[in-house]
């Protein structure tokens, strides 16, 4: 089906002061059967916590409220974030927070509460659903801070510029596989759903979105990289480093950031070949490269 793309407002809340990116042309999502597919994406949420980021004009909302067990929606705009409390006022399940999505408080949202729970006993939360139509412009930050707070989420299902969701889905080899694609398919299963088009959304956009699942699923322990938050990060910036610039390949993208000796022998033992770009390798790939140079420094 084709697609387009519903759009929050970027304003920060706690500065009261519009980002410097498009100013409040929200595009909001108008068809019911597609607003459906969305919520079933998530599946039964009767049980589930759902976190819904940028819910605008409430029509997943209406339809979260019916069915989660706790519902948590987080809306930049302060006018949208009234509507929204006003007409679900009589759900005692639903909580509209007026936030940006990037400065909320994960831990103190989905964490231990104070007072709660016993010494000794590892807190092990119930992992949160999580639905939204994220802004094409920092739909990385947003993917980005969810992944860094994954161990709180279990689904992400997430409307994205079709463009975007292209990146996201990538396979490894192709032109639009990066560093989102990468990080991405590190921290989950990523599916296709549908895609929406213009026609889909009040008042129509210029361009088509695609619903995505994502489906937490941590890479880090089969691609011997688990045990330590500074290897994990250590690997993201690795990452990082590798997509620099994707014209380029990899030898000259991590020359400046590691001893030429280190990465001339590094690169040997995983078989990676110097003029080889970033995007042609797999993650098994890239990571057996960040282990050796590791182990390297190590050494």
């Given at each position: ?170 396979a490894p080899g192709g032109r639009d596989y990066g560093l989102l694609s990468a990080t991405a398919q590190l921290h989950a ?9 213009p026609g889909a959304f009040s008042p129509p956009p210029e361009v088509y979105s695609t619903v995505l699942r994502l489906t ?84």
């Open positions: 089906m084709p697609g387009e793309k519903r759009v929050n407002v970027p304003k920060v809340v706690s500065a009261r002061r519009p980002r410097l990116k498009p100013k409040l042309g929200q595009h909001f999502l108008a068809a019911d059967s597609y607003a459906a597919q969305i919520v079933d994406a998530l599946g039964n949420v009767s049980q589930n916590t759902v976190l819904e980021i940028g819910p605008g004009r409430g029509m997943l909302t209406s339809l979260l409220a019916k069915r989660a067990r706790r519902l948590i929606a987080v809306e930049l705009d302060r006018v949208l974030a009234a509507q929204l409390r006003l007409r679900l006022g009589m759900y005692s399940n639903v909580e509209v927070i007026e936030a940006d999505i990037l400065s909320v408080d994960f831990d103190s949202l989905f964490g231990p509460k104070p007072g709660l729970g016993r010494p000794g006993i590892e807190f092990k939360p119930q992992p949160a659903k999580v639905v939204g139509n994220l802004p094409y412009y920092i739909t990385s930050d947003i993917l980005l801070r969810l992944f860094e707070y994954a161990k709180y989420f279990e689904t992400l299902v997430i409307m994205v510029q079709k463009e975007v969701a292209d990146r996201i889905a990538a299963r990523v599916e296709r759903l549908i895609t929406l088009p937490i699923a941590p890479r880090q322990k089969e691609l011997g990289l688990d045990g330590d938050a500074r290897i994990e990060q250590g690997f993201i910036d690795f990452l990082k480093f590798s997509f620099a610039q994707k014209r380029k390949t990899l030898w000259n993208n991590l020359k400046s950031n590691y001893p030429q000796a280190l990465l001339k022998s590094a690169l040997v033992e995983a078989r990676v070949k110097p003029t080889a770009r970033a995007e042609a390798l797999t993650l098994e790939e890239s990571a057996a490269l960040f282990r050796a140079l590791r182990n390297g420094g190590d050494s």
